[in-house]
């Protein structure tokens, strides 16, 4: 995630967001901000983990990158390209190359279709190959791939278990030889046994096909174990963004702690000191007022945190955090006086 | 065993249960046998399919009457074999004597009555000479206890949160104060941070009030911060149970729960690659002849694939697995721990 200031050129990222909207009308000409000011950006052969809980937007964010949903407002670029005011026909030859995982593999394929037919059903739309046997024999090697043994080519998915349907959305996904895709929670409805398995299936086809991922989930060690860089995100907004490790080992959002400590650790070091827990639930994103959005939250809320946004600004190298707490006041140069120096290196 | 049975609030013999239909016989539990001490926590650990929820409704007695059957076994709870109730009988033990909270809070309120309404049915169903006043004051307890404000009684299900609906059914669970609460992955539909309250909340709740459970759950996570004993379940058999110290700290281990350890990435360590178990759970209707672990596991031999392994034990910590037989039982390093 590094600029680059010297003339060797930078590198593209794949995709680039800059300050990306979506708001929802809800009842009464209010508006639900889903996903407000993201900017973000990956590069081919990175995953970027994006955690949160329930409803802060993540999901909608990695529709929203695939054009699935219109952004409200902002840029999404692919590979240096803005995308955001592509009309349908256009976006569709860009749809081969950016694909989705979902959540649910119970409901993402269609119960009347053969494992092969739904593989090869995105190959057909956009008339990949010229006749039905190589549609077919790509689609067997697809299976191959994501490790679907050929003598389920025939199945249907009601006689399957998750794991391989959940196999067969990720063949689906490959299908069009795609650069990036946007797995939504794809390893939550599995057991751990069966999570690991395609977990280790995902990073391999990543490292084969150089793809990059967006991955979205809830499971922290999930995150941690597939990327390159986490956004942690919070009623629509990014609260820290930073790498994998550094997050971990650095966390500087008080929400980015209380979720790390949230975490039950499966050892006994830490059994008997108390759940670190925050206090209330998230508030509405309906209509959200002024100021940081933790800040009902948060037991270090000061005045101006309920007064003005704050910045999403760098901490240190690759390590961009929303807080005063960390930034201070402002990226501008007046200080705050309650600002800490705990963004250090 | 040695133990006393008074201090056995939960004691299960040799359990097996089976979903027959007309094409097909699912075993589920395959003959269990577990103990819970009363004000001990008891984690029941497995993946899906493995006969945990069926061993908790099989405790109530609420498996689906068509086709679940309970072939043998004893549960008795507080000295006295449930499968003996009558219906009647078994009516005033659940929710009163032993109580069960389940996974998702959404599908087990009523979304026509007030979460009041709820609680207080539960009240008075087992305590039928209470005015409604004394009901009433119950109810606002419970909901403190949960910490929910008593002024929000009046309010419908849809008006509450996930986790502030999980603390309803909690509230609902413990309003007799049951001596067992059985709690069926209470935190697995709930976000973390609400899971931690949640867990935290559960944690002191059982301090407070003595209440034994057994918790249900495939998150090794929840087991280590919030259980005292754990079993750990795979295709209807207990495959490894022992104490907490035991399975986290002990040096031997079954192949699955190697493997179930194994397969989460783990948090403070960066593994590049997880080693999962390969293959699948074995079909119910058509388990293998010898051990249910043997097509996956790595250290699989002849004889497990031909006879069921028996149950060895060092100290408190129990192995079903042919591994343990005889030549491999070294003493050495055995941690007892004295109950």
Redesign the interface.
């Given at each position: 995630m590094k600029a680059n200031e010297n003339n060797i050129p930078a590198r593209t990222p794949l995709i680039e967001t800059r300050d990306l909207k979506k708001y929802f009308k809800v009842n009464g000409g209010r508006m639900l901000h889903a996903v407000d000011s993201i900017n973000l950006k990956l590069y081919s052969g990175e995953t970027l983990g994006v955690v949160g809980?329930?409803g802060c937007g993540k999901s909608t964010l990695g529709r929203t990158l695939l054009k699935l949903i219109e952004p409200t407002g902002g840029q999404i670029l692919y590979d240096g390209q803005d995308i955001t005011k592509l009309n349908t026909r256009k976006m569709r030859p860009l749809r081969k190359e950016m694909q989705i995982i979902f959540q649910d593999p119970y409901s993402c394929i269609d119960p009347r279709k053969s494992v092969v037919d739904t593989i090869s059903e995105y190959m057909q739309i956009h008339k990949v190959f010229p006749n039905h046997q190589q549609t077919m024999n790509r689609a067997i090697e697809l299976m191959d791939l994501v490790g679907l043994a050929r003598r389920y080519a025939n199945s249907y998915p009601h006689e399957l278990?998750g794991?391989r349907r959940q196999r067969i959305g990720i063949a689906r996904a490959l299908s069009l030889n795609p650069r990036f895709i946007v797995c939504d929670e794809p390893v939550s409805a599995l057991?751990?046994?069966?999570?690991?398995?395609i977990?280790?299936l995902l990073?391999d086809l990543q490292d084969e096909l150089d793809l990059a991922y967006m991955f979205v989930t809830?499971d922290?060690?999930?995150v941690?174990?597939?990327s390159n860089h986490i956004m942690v995100m919070y009623l629509g907004t990014c609260v820290e963004l930073a790498e994998s490790?550094e997050l971990?080992r650095n966390p500087l959002h008080p929400y980015t702690k209380?979720?790390l400590?949230?975490?039950?650790?499966?050892?006994?070091d830490?059994?008997d000191k108390?759940?670190?827990?925050?206090r209330g639930?998230?508030s509405s994103p309906i209509d959200p007022k002024p100021g940081c959005r933790f800040a009902a939250r948060c037991e270090h809320c000061m005045p101006q945190c309920t007064q003005e946004n704050p910045k999403f600004t760098e901490t240190s190298p690759g390590h961009y955090t929303a807080c005063f707490l960390v930034n201070g006041n402002n990226p501008g140069g007046q200080t705050s006086d309650t600002g800490g120096e705990t963004g250090g290196r | 065993m040695g133990e006393k049975d008074e201090k056995l609030i939960l004691d299960i013999q040799d359990l097996k249960v089976i979903y027959k239909t007309d094409i097909e016989t699912v075993e589920a539990v395959n003959g269990i046998s577990l103990k819970i001490e009363k004000g001990k926590t008891l984690g029941l650990v497995g993946e899906t399919g493995a006969g945990k929820t069926t061993t908790a409704l099989s405790i109530l007695r609420l498996l689906p009457q068509a086709t679940g059957r309970i072939l043998s076994g004893k549960i008795c709870f507080d000295g006295e074999d449930l499968l003996t109730k009558t219906e009647d009988e078994m009516r005033a033990v659940r929710g009163n004597l032993i109580s069960m909270v389940f996974q998702d809070p959404m599908s087990s309120l009523n979304p026509v009555y007030t979460v009041g309404q709820q609680i207080g049915e539960a009240i008075k169903l087992h305590n039928h000479d209470l005015s409604h006043e004394e009901v009433e004051g119950r109810i606002d307890e419970m909901l403190q206890l949960v910490g929910i404000m008593p002024s929000r009684k009046a309010e419908y299900p849809h008006q509450f949160s996930g986790g502030m609906k999980q603390r309803v059914v909690i509230a609902m669970a413990l309003c007799c104060e049951p001596e067992l609460l059985i709690a069926d992955e209470p935190t697995t539909a709930l976000d973390v941070t609400i899971q931690a309250q949640v867990l935290a909340m559960i944690r002191e709740l059982r301090e407070r009030l003595g209440t034994s459970m057994l918790m249900i759950t495939h998150d090794l996570g929840i087991v280590a911060q919030i259980c005292d004993e754990v079993c750990v379940m795979y295709a209807g058999k207990i495959v490894e149970s022992g104490t907490v110290e035991d399975l986290f700290r002990g040096e031997k281990h079954h192949p699955y729960t190697v493997g179930l350890f194994d397969s989460i990435p783990n948090i403070s360590s960066r593994a590049t690659r997880l080693k999962p178990i390969p293959g699948l759970m074995p079909d119910p209707t058509n388990l293998p002849v010898g051990c249910e672990f043997a097509p996956r596991c790595e250290h699989c031999m002849e004889i497990c694939k031909k006879e069921k392994p028996q149950v060895y034990s060092e100290g408190t910590h129990k192995f079903y697995c042919h591994l343990f037989d005889s030549e491999n039982l070294k003493t050495g390093g055995s941690e007892n721990e004295s109950k």
């Open positions: 809980e329930s278990d794991g057991d751990v046994s069966i999570q690991a398995q977990l280790n990073m809830h922290l060690s999930v941690k174990h597939i490790e971990f209380a979720l400590a949230a975490i039950p650790e499966p050892n006994l830490s059994r108390e759940f670190q827990i925050i639930e998230v | -």
